[in-house]
T-cell receptor, first 113, second 109 residues
């Protein structure tokens, strides 16, 4: 089945540590995205990538980094510079230029302990 | 001013009721409009796209008023399984999406 796979589903991080969230898609989509969701809040865009080896900052990129070395993969690193990283992280993808026909992974729930 | 605004609710309605959600967006250059559904602690899933001519999918009807920058979703004959958060979504560039905070719906027996 085609889809987006995020791992792990739950992640616990100690303060000061970097962690990397995995996102893989087999939908052959050009565009991939990372969003963050906090309780009672809408999704906010962290980074997005329209093609391999290129990505752009979203609204809340500080403290995060990404790479897009393969079309299928768009990992997100939450660095120690991110002051409030506890949140629900959602990876998504879409066919280039179609905007809303966007599909989401099941999310990674990150908690700082 | 937030780009996409929704009434957060919650809307508590009995089974069989008709319920309407509203949403406004601030950027008149927005190109694409959608309603997503999100269940508790799950990822959002596309419910339907929204067009100026209005569109219907079974019990769900969506409307877009570009002049007023207003989007609506009507759910008829509510089912228990309709209980979820409904996200109004707007795309400016055709790529990344701008999400409202969502409207919570609880359908009760």
């Amino acid at each position: 089945d085609g889809g987006i796979t995020q791992s792990p589903k739950y992640l616990f991080r100690k303060e000061g540590q970097n962690v990397t969230l995995s996102c893989e898609q087999n939908l052959n989509h050009d565009a991939m995205y990372w969003y963050r969701q906090d309780p009672g809040q809408g999704l906010r865009l962290i980074y997005y990538s329209q093609i391999v080896n290129d990505f752009q900052k979203g609204d809340i990129a500080e403290g995060y980094s990404v790479s897009r070395e393969k079309k299928e993969s768009f990992p997100l690193t939450v660095t120690s510079a991110q002051k409030n990283p506890t949140a629900f992280y959602l990876c998504a993808s879409s066919i280039k230029g179609t905007g809303g026909r966007t599909f989401f992974g099941q999310g990674t729930r990150l908690t700082v302990v | 001013r937030k780009e996409v605004e929704q009434d957060p609710g919650p809307f508590n309605v009995p089974e069989g009721a008709t319920v309407a959600f509203n949403c406004t967006y601030s950027n008149s250059a927005s190109q694409s409009f959608f309603w997503y559904r999100q269940d508790c602690r799950k990822e959002p899933k596309l419910l339907m796209s929204v067009y100026s001519s209005g569109n219907e999918d079974g019990r769900f009807t969506a409307q877009l008023n570009r002049a007023s920058q207003y989007i609506s979703l009507l759910i008829r004959d509510s089912k228990l399984s309709d209980s979820a958060t409904y996200l109004c979504v707007v795309s400016l560039s055709g790529y990344a999406l701008n999400f409202g905070k969502g409207t919570s719906l609880l359908v009760t027996p």
